[in-house]
């Protein structure tokens, strides 16, 4: 399937492949419970350096606040903080589902490629434009 | 017609058109012992089986060559003679450790061009857990060690780094401290080769990243046997090591290493730097503009 430039397709593993599925979805896995047992405990959380001197907020600001919102079920709040990194984790939510389903399954699994160096270049311009907007997004809600 | 997916060595080539994959197999690019794939097979087969049906029988002792030729090409270049920690089997566990540690050290750029390129990630994993838990216990020890020596001062200047809640904190997490660098290293490896991937970068797989950041990561942690400022030599050091084992083992010019593992934190609070730099020039500027430095007044002289 092609997909704003991208060749979307489901292929099987390679003889010996290292399963990528298996190993980010448990790094992903482990690291979700690490900070979900960080955060229950109260443990303290980083604070950013750029906020706390200039009262201006990094691209990435909001993410701690916006994780105490996830843990309490506030899904809106949460987006509010960051929406990119929300989204961000949203994704990483289905990535952990999809990893389950087809490492348990033995499925087929989801590859993407760009089907030229523009299309190359343009996701890579289209990532930079996404953290340069919810940046802007974040000084001006002054998160 | 959908693309020719090819695989050698356990990892893919790339797809490419029919047309792409029958001038391979004759310029000996492709041989027939690697692995093709297109949409509709279940499984991956021999590019010497699936040839044929796809139209592209060429002479076999052409194929043959070749393909003679590629294998040794291709182990020269995947198999370098780095890391000692690799070959401990015959070098004998803490020899192994000691030239890695001094080789990553004080010899990255030779250290890592001849990196193995493949190997797994067993490895190097098991170095960076061995090395950093075992400096981690250590930092830890010598804080609990100086925290007991002086109670009275610490107790007055860091109230909350000092008592029996803080030494007990402390040993729990040198316990846990190895669960979390396995974690820890395949997060920042990760998060480097997507900068990699980002900036048109990442020349080999995500091996090769995750194997330098390991090798390089541990070295460095050693440095903070030195004590006072051994954690920040190491923290600078270790970047240094990253950025010449990148540069190496992926092929990639410095300044795109530097870039890539200084994005992440560029994006979270390198900011400061750049609003720094803006003010310092800023004031550069208008300190021109008004011709010098501004005259401070003139106190009056003392009677």
């Not at chain 2, 992926?250 to 730099?277: F, H």
């Amino acid at each position: 399937m092609r997909f704003l430039g991208l060749d979307l397709y489901r292929r099987p593993l390679i003889p010996g492949e290292r399963d990528p599925e298996l190993l980010w979805g448990s790094v992903l896995l482990v690291s979700a419970l690490a900070v979900f047992a960080w955060m229950s405990l109260g443990l303290p959380t980083p604070l950013c350096p750029l906020h706390v001197v200039t009262g201006i907020a990094c691209p990435t600001c909001g993410l701690t606040r916006g994780l105490g919102c996830l843990l309490h079920g506030n899904l809106m709040e949460a987006f509010l903080f960051n929406p990119l990194l929300m989204v961000l984790l949203l994704g990483a939510g289905f990535y952990l589902l999809y990893a389950g389903v087809v490492v348990i399954g033995r499925l087929p699994r989801l590859r993407w490629e760009p089907l030229s160096r523009r299309a190359s270049v343009c996701v890579r311009v289209g990532v930079a434009l996404l953290v340069a907007a919810n940046w802007v997004y974040l000084l001006w809600k002054k998160v | 017609m959908a693309n020719i997916h090819i695989a050698r060595n356990h990892q893919s080539l790339g797809s490419f058109s029919e047309e792409s994959v029958r001038d391979g197999i004759r310029d000996g690019r492709f041989t027939s012992s690697d692995l093709a794939w297109r949409e509709g097979m279940p499984e991956w087969k021999p590019l010497g089986e699936m040839a044929p049906q796809w139209g592209m029988d060429l002479p076999a002792p052409a194929l043959a060559v070749d393909e003679h030729a590629v294998a040794v090409k291709t182990e020269v270049m995947a198999e370098g003679a780095e890391p000692a920690w690799e070959d401990r089997e015959s070098l004998g566990f803490f020899p192994s450790i000691t030239r890695t540690v001094s080789s990553v050290l004080m010899r990255p750029t030779q250290t890592f061009a001849s990196l193995k390129q493949t190997g797994g990630l067993a490895n190097p994993l098991l170095y960076f857990v061995l090395l950093s838990s075992s400096m981690f216990a250590v930092s830890a020890l010598y804080q609990m060690a100086a925290t007991s020596l002086n109670p009275s001062v610490f107790a007055a200047k860091l109230p909350h780094a000092s008592g029996n809640a803080f030494s007990v904190a402390l040993l729990g997490s040198i316990l846990i401290s190895p669960a979390l660098y396995v974690v820890s290293a395949f997060i920042s490896s990760g998060i480097t080769h997507l900068c990699l991937k980002l900036l048109g970068g990442a020349n080999k797989p995500f091996e090769t990243t995750f194997r330098v950041i390991c090798y390089a990561q541990a070295s460095a942690a050693v440095l903070n046997l030195l004590p006072v400022c051994g954690s920040l030599i190491g923290i600078v050091w270790g970047a240094y090591c990253i950025i010449i084992g990148l540069k190496e083992a992926q092929g990639i010019s410095g300044w795109k290493a530097t870039l890539a593992i200084t994005l992440p934190g560029l994006l979270c609070c390198g900011m400061l730097l750049v609003l720094g730099t803006a003010a310092g020039l800023g004031i550069a500027e208008l300190s021109k503009e008004l011709g010098g430095l501004p005259h401070l007044p003139q106190l009056p002289k003392a009677p």
